[in-house]
């Protein structure tokens, strides 16, 4: 393994590659982990909330009297008395919502169980009982809880127009694409309604926020990333970074949940400045399966065209996604569409893509956000296989993109060099004799027994770095101490990821050291630089990097100090296994730490000029994306009288590169496929149609248990990338791969009774019975959405802003306008100056990162049209079209393939 | 409220606590004792973090009274390993395999494992993954918790088969 990886100047041993025992189980295993609850601080006190009884209203008064007579209580606050330190609730990118956010609920309710004021008292328990007295009087509104209440109900939040919260793309299929389509042998639709989910990290949200004078901020809080979480509160507060400091030693699990602090969290921080007191909140698992925020509730149609060899000739897609009351971040998941098609060879594909608000719980990222992709795609591939007579792994084989097709650029522009899913694919087949499973799932069909077999494939982009703000490289600072032992300081932080062992085994490997002589110190943003943490799968590929790049340049370092003090040539230096050695010169073999001392203490003997002590920064920036390949297998047994579904067997080709370690690259992957499992067979986060959320115990909330979960096996195929040491991201993938594989094994195990005509999920063994008896067993096959349906009496229809324009205005386009943009990373706030010369426009755009001139426009009547070319994130024209009405102006802009945005704004004051 | 005094051992030390009636035993444990590897997943009953060893049987601490730990021998994670340091069969054998990545739901697994694997239980590879079916683990799809529980049950721990 690992062949790629040339060591100059080392010995023989290697790290890389070696299942090593973990740095951070001895902590772990003794009970000596720090998690947030784990913190205790002098003087600390105890936060509990009060929290909406009801979906949305109106409140009408909030009753505190009774709960601040409570023995033990300190303080009970509202939205009206931690508005005095003001703080902007911020999305993963940095970015303001367009609606208002606030840490507890001002005025108005938008979701059962949004936090409306804070107990603080002497113990949790006291808060808690002190928060059960705190009466809060709502008038209840009809609640919009599902994305087809959304599409035709009343705006849940004041100021907008309708509930969508982003939107993309465009609805009508163009023309060629449609001449495709009708041309093709099968056209084809899957529609999956995928469920809501809960994050679920065993460790619940929690922090303790500690104002230590009037300067400095303290939190302890459990996260994906000290640094991103620093960041973001030094933005959200308006504070430097330097004020405040995040310790995080050990988090017990996030996939998502965690990048950064939402309400409650907020609403502690501002209230431990308010009253200068430490306080902590550890949220209890009933919150946080209904008041921590929520993932996946989507429905996606993936419409596609096959000739009669099964090759695509062009898709559609269609995706919505409830984005609850206030995500952290609205979004129309743009991602989906990027990666639909990215492995194979699809000539067109066009979508439209939408967030909805709704009185639920909002949206926060889990583990591969995108994954409906994967899902729909390797679903619709096997239904496609099945009406065309094509087996799983043929319908695959012929669309695909090989190695030998690259260089090669997908439907929607992404450059594709060393992605492997077709290889990863035959790997695969090369452990799975699929003619004999036909044969024994044909024996097995005649003595009533259900079996399956599932594939699916697929890339996914990881290690992303360079085009949004939080995603930016990893910092690594190595150094070996006078004793000869090593420390480093990374960006990194693990909630299980390990990296303090992974990062410690590419710091050995390159520095010639022993893995036991290094120690990683993470979690704590004084130490170290910036990096987002768990984000994308990017740890091992980035920070691997720069771990391996930093050695090197330290090792170099050493060999430089060495040859001079022993009178040798640096290229005959080697460092192996903490020795320094002189090849040919076996009497000149020195410890390192001999070395170490000398570079610390002894100045006059170290090179003239060179910089003493052995210590050595690197920030690696990899290419913008690398991509990780894998094709799975997975074995089903379907119980045709009970629908219950047993898993027995699960193969894993993946194809992630350089591995670090084998033991953590199966780790992450196991634990991804675990996650896929109780997706598509267990979990479910239900609302009722008064915006009730179900499921508010592990008695409802079903994660999958050791018995849900077979042994996995693993194909390791390593091609390794461009980046520094070859790595591709991991973390991710099985969420992603699982989902597909699995319902595919189903779908295959019941083809004898049918197709699963619309894929819902969780696939119970009621949904499974709807397939098997053909008839609605379980009572939902009608209602697309698990959630209830309930007619929503519209309040007037919110009117598109075209039907509003009337009468010309006085005005005209002319001047300078405020306007918002509805990016998929958020919407963007910019100014625009628009000078009209008869039917010609010209003018700017500007917004903080910079001013851009436009020339060339049109305008008719109130009609602008305008180009403007943008390097960032890529190349792409924006074409906008807007129509000026009075003081107000609307309309799209055309982002290349990535469709249509929406613009709105109004005259600048 | 009404408070109890209670004399009981903590892993291997004796004590006498005064405990407010609905106190857990888990939150006794952690916020008096200052046994924080005794962990809380969900305070119901159902995911195992919390469990600990109480007169021999594997008990969910979220789910029983301090004051109900009167005059019982309680041992938890802190309790397992040597004196010295080294580290129980239990603990090794998860290591071992690779059963831990947050470490959130380590300590209850430990428990379970070791009420399991003493001399008396002489529990087989079954029983032990029977009873893990105890406790939820969101972060490794259990597979070297698997690997643990074959280590244990087949006295294999050390010989470097766990991995
Ligand atoms: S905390 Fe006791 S079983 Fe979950
Ligand atoms: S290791 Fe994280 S919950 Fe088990």
Known sequence: MNAEISGHGLGASRWIGKRVPRKEDPRLLTGRGQFVDDVVLPGMLHVAFARSPVACGRIISIDREAAQQMPGVHAVLTAADIAARPIRMLSFFFTEAEIAIAPLADGHVSYLGEPVALVVAESRAMAEDAAALVEIACEEGQPIVSIAQARTGAPIHPGMDSNIAAEIGDEEIDEELEQRLAASALRIRQKVVHQRISQAPMETRGVIASRDGPEELTLWITCQSPHLVARWVSLALDLPDSAIRVIAKDVGGAFGLKNHPWKEECAVIVAALLLGKPLKWIEDRYEALTASNQAREAEMTLEAGFDAEGRLTGSHGIYDCNNGAFPQGADSNIAVHMFVWAAYRQPAYAFVSRGWYTNTNGLAAYRGPWAMESLVRETLLDKAGRRLGIDPVEIRRRNLVYLADQPATSSMGIPLEDITPGECLEKLLQHFDMAQFRREQAKARSEGRYLGVGIAAYVEPTGSAGSMAPMTGELAQVRIEPTGKVTATMSTHSQGHGTATTMAQCIADRLGVRYEDVTVFEGDSSRGGFGPGAAGSRQGVIAGGAAIRCSELLADKVRTVAAHLLNASPDSVVLSDGMVHVEGAPEMTRPLSEIAAIAYGEPDRLPPDLETGLEMQFRYQPPPMTFTSAAHLAIVEVDAETGFVTILRWISSEDCGTVINPAVVEGQISGGLAQAIGMVLLEDMPYDAHGNPLAATFKDYLLPGIGDVPVFEFVHANTPSRTIGGMRGVGEGGAIIGPPTLVNAIADALSPFGEIEELVLPLTPARILDVIEQRDVSGTSKANSPVAETPVTLSPEPVPAEDVVQGVSAAGPAGDWDMVLKTPMGPQAMQAHFDVEGSALRGYLAAPEGRQEFRGGIVEGNRLRFDLKVEKPMKITLKYDLEVSGDAIAGKCKMGMFGSAKVTGKRAP | ?163
């Not at chain 2, 409220?1 to 005064?18: G, K, L, Q």
């Not at chain 2, 009953?45 to 919390?50: I, K, Q, R, S, Y």
């Not at chain 2, 390993?81 to 380590?106: I, K, S």
């Open chain 2, 1 to 163: 409220m009404s408070e109890h005094a209670i004399a009981w051992t903590v892993n291997a030390h004796p004590r006498r606590d005064r405990v407010e009636a609905r106190t857990s035993l888990a939150d006794h444990l952690r916020l008096e004792v200052g046994c924080t590897g005794v962990h809380l997943g969900c305070e119901h009953g159902v995911c195992g973090a919390c469990t600990v060893i109480v007169d021999g049987r594997a008990v969910r601490s979220c789910l029983m009274l301090a004051v109900q730990a009167d005059g019982a021998c309680v041992t938890t994670v802190e309790g397992l390993a040597a004196p010295d340091g080294t580290l129980h069969t239990v603990q090794q054998a998860m290591r071992e395999a690779h059963g831990v990545q947050c470490g959130f739901c380590t300590p209850g697994v430990l428990m379970t494992f070791a009420a399991l694997s003493s001399d008396a239980a002489k529990a087989d590879e079954q029983a032990m993954i029977a009873a893990m079916s105890g406790h939820i683990c969101r972060c490794t799809g259990y597979q070297g918790i698997r690997r643990a529980a074959k280590a244990l049950a087949d006295k294999a721990v050390g010989s470097g088969q766990g991995t």
